[in-house]
């Protein structure tokens, strides 16, 4: 694998659902994005009969959460999350996919928090909806419909997340 930093980064993937038939896709992908095994624990999701949910937390060179999101916004009916916290050199990054609206990436701060860059702001606030423009800077799109999902599978097992110092 070409990799792009030497800085290590961990991170989580949410598949919030796919059909069965892509799951060992989904773990293939990952498994050979972070040279780790990915054996992630499948439950049913509640919210899209027939498909299913799993989370697993990863640790690999800073950059492979966009390598993770893109390879699985390839597969086309997954809806998912990718995160990678911050560290040393790197910001955070979020990723979120549905297959009706398509992707979406956030620079994302040490304390979660969606970062915005000035030149955006500006632009959001000449366009005369200023609400509107926050919107789609902050994803509400995505995380609405992601949202349903999220709580339908309160089931899943808890993962922590960890502070990168």
Do not use: C, K
Not at 100 to 107: D, I, K, N, P
Request: proline share 5%.
């Amino acid at each position: 694998m070409n990799r792009t930093s030497n800085t290590q980064a961990r991170g989580m993937v949410f598949i919030h659902s796919t059909p069965a038939a892509l799951s060992r896709h989904i773990e293939w992908a990952v498994a050979g994005l972070t040279d780790a095994p990915a054996n992630l624990s499948w439950i049913p999701q509640p919210a899209a009969p027939g498909t299913q949910y799993a989370e697993w937390s990863w640790v690999a060179s800073a950059g492979t959460g966009a390598r993770i999101a893109s390879a699985l916004a390839r597969l086309g009916r997954v809806r998912f999350e990718v995160t990678e916290e911050p560290s040393p050199g790197h910001d955070g990054q979020r990723f979120m996919f549905t297959p009706s609206l398509g992707s979406f990436t956030a620079t994302v701060g040490v304390h979660g928090d969606i970062l915005v860059s000035e030149d955006r702001l500006r632009r959001a606030a000449e366009g005369g909806d200023l609400r509107h423009a926050l919107d789609e800077l902050l994803g509400r799109a995505w995380d609405d419909e992601l949202e349903y999902f999220r709580h339908a599978a309160d089931g899943a097992p808890v993962r922590w997340l960890h502070q990168v110092v």
